[in-house]
């Protein structure tokens, strides 16, 4: 490396003789991975009861869908458009609160405790049992 015509080197510096940081001023750490942030944020405890009536407990993300977290665990949900559109995921709320802002059921089918698995997320430690997609349709043309 030369140095430019009438330009002076700078002398190095001891970055070991610094003061240290304290620890209320440091930046907090990044997250190391997804899932390290995915930790963060709050889990449910849902309690699943397939067709054939065997419970599977699972844990669902306030911002994951009933359907995703059945399928990560390996329970066999029906299913087909996962857009709430197609109605082959559907399930009877039997304890707790979900969310299904996207689906497409009726205010009065949500209201008597029918989900659908790909758009409900938990609102709070909760309870669904699958059931048969013909129940749903009926209720659902009935409404």
Do not use: F, W
């Amino acid at each position: 490396m030369s140095l430019r015509a009438g330009a002076r080197p700078i002398a190095a510096r001891n970055l070991s003789a610094r003061a240290p940081v304290p620890s209320a001023l440091r930046a907090p750490a990044p997250a190391r991975s997804m899932r390290a942030a995915r930790l963060q944020v709050s889990a449910y405890t849902v309690t699943i009861t397939t067709l054939e009536g065997k419970k599977h407990q699972v844990e669902v993300g306030e911002d994951e869908n009933l359907l995703d977290a059945a399928l990560d665990a390996g329970i066999d949900v029906t299913h087909d458009c996962k857009m709430g559109v197609c109605m082959t995921c559907p399930a009877k709320l039997t304890a707790g609160r979900v969310d299904q802002g996207t689906g497409m059921l009726s205010e009065d089918t949500i209201e008597l405790g029918y989900a659908l698995m790909c758009v409900a997320t938990p609102q709070s430690d909760c309870e669904v049992t699958l059931i048969d997609e013909d129940e749903l349709l009926e209720q659902q043309l009935s409404a």
